[in-house]
């Protein structure tokens, strides 16, 4: 999986880290092996930490209070990979992300997020010249967020930071 991640998006050596929780798939010497050949930085979260990784955190909890989250466990393996796909898909296409400003994390993949706030921002300013009564002070800061980071070094990250506890 990650040699066909790598190669699709076309990622060069020392571009991306991979981090993970300390299971002993991602501990394993294949797995290990295979991220040295690709170039990709592994990064394991401590030991009996379960914050470490605040943006997979997140799309748990999002998984799980999908209002389509079965109730019981799924008949075979088919009908739970489809029923994950689906939700990748949703989350990928549809749902918009508040770390990023309200677009879906395909639009930002694709750059498509900066017209797309370009377009809010002067939705905005319309709105407030024509009613600028219904407005206190500025309106949202519609900027495209920077890179995003999991564990920022100090000064380095210039957008939203998320540092796990």
Same mark, same amino acid.
């Not at 943006?55 to 019981?72: A, C, G, I, V």
């Not at 010249?129 to 380095?156: D, T």
């Given at each position: 999986?990650?040699?066909?991640?790598?190669?699709?998006?076309?990622?060069?050596?020392?571009?991306?880290?991979?981090?993970?929780?300390?299971?002993?798939?991602?501990?394993?010497?294949?797995?290990?092996?295979?991220?040295?050949?690709?170039?990709?930085?592994?990064?394991?979260?401590?030991?009996?930490?379960?914050?470490?990784?605040?943006?997979?955190?997140?799309?748990?909890?999002?998984?799980?209070?999908?209002?389509?989250?079965?109730?019981?466990?799924?008949?075979?393996? @088919?009908?739970? /990979?489809?029923?994950?796909?689906?939700?990748?898909?949703?989350? &990928?296409? =549809?749902?918009?992300? !508040?770390?990023?400003?309200?677009?879906?994390?395909?639009?930002?993949?694709?750059?498509?997020?900066?017209?797309?706030?370009?377009?809010?921002?002067?939705?905005?300013?319309? @709105?407030?010249? /024509?009613?600028?009564?219904?407005?206190?002070?500025?309106?949202? &800061?519609? =900027?495209?967020?920077? !890179?995003?980071?999991?564990?920022?070094?100090?000064?380095?990250?210039?957008?939203?930071?998320?540092?796990?506890?």
């Amino acid at each position: 999986m990650m040699t066909d991640i790598c190669k699709r998006e076309d990622i060069k050596r020392g571009q991306v880290v991979l981090h993970s929780d300390n299971g002993s798939p991602m501990k394993g010497a294949t797995m290990l092996a295979t991220l040295q050949e690709l170039g990709v930085m592994p990064s394991l979260s401590r030991p009996s930490v379960s914050n470490d990784n605040p943006y997979s955190e997140s799309l748990f909890r999002t998984l799980k209070y999908r209002p389509e989250y079965p109730e019981k466990a799924f008949e075979n393996i @088919a009908t739970s /990979r489809r029923w994950v796909d689906d939700f990748v898909c949703w989350y &990928n296409n =549809e749902h918009r992300h !508040s770390g990023i400003k309200f677009v879906t994390p395909a639009q930002r993949h694709t750059g498509r997020d900066i017209e797309i706030l370009a377009q809010r921002t002067r939705l905005y300013h319309a @709105a407030k010249a /024509r009613h600028p009564e219904r407005w206190r002070g500025n309106i949202k &800061n519609l =900027e495209p967020v920077g !890179s995003v980071y999991l564990n920022p070094e100090k000064g380095k990250a210039n957008s939203k930071e998320v540092e796990a506890a």
